[in-house]
Nanobody, 123 residues
Framework: QVRVVESGGGLVQAGGSLRLSCTAS????????MGWFRQAPGKGRWFVAA????????DYDDSVKGRFTISRDIAKNTIFLQMDSLKPDDTAVYYC????????????????WGQGTLVTVSE
């Protein structure tokens, strides 16, 4: 199964930007997507963004549309999450999710998620 490693989190002021990276080891099946979920303190893990590996089609949660951009580098087996106009509500641990599929919601067929990277947005 694909394994992933995230990087790029940190502390930023509201209105600032951060870029997260996630590199996958192993073969990524073209029919799957990769994406990002996040978990705020005391809350569940929620979908943020996904990108289909084959054609680059993207999907975003409404809360980040227009502020976050997901992209991929096929040659490097890497996806990115460019986060602009960050808000304190974006504070969370961000997890890279491999082997995503969409039914009525996005879910992963792979339990090997990354360890997460913390994003903290101050007022």
């Amino acid at each position: 199964q694909v394994r992933v490693v995230e990087s790029g989190g940190g502390l930023v002021q509201a209105g600032g930007s951060l870029r997260l990276s996630c590199t996958a080891s192993g073969r990524i099946f073209s029919g799957y997507a990769m994406g990002w979920f996040r978990q705020a303190p005391g809350k569940g893990r929620w979908f943020v963004a996904a990108i289909k590996w084959s054609d680059g089609n993207t999907d975003y949660d409404d809360s980040v549309k227009g502020r976050f951009t997901i992209s991929r580098d096929i040659a490097k087996n890497t996806i990115f999450l460019q986060m602009d106009s960050l808000k304190p509500d974006d504070t969370a641990v961000y997890y890279c999710a491999p082997d995503l599929v969409y039914g009525s919601y996005w879910y992963s067929r792979n339990e090997n998620w990354g360890q997460g990277t913390l994003v903290t947005v101050s007022e």
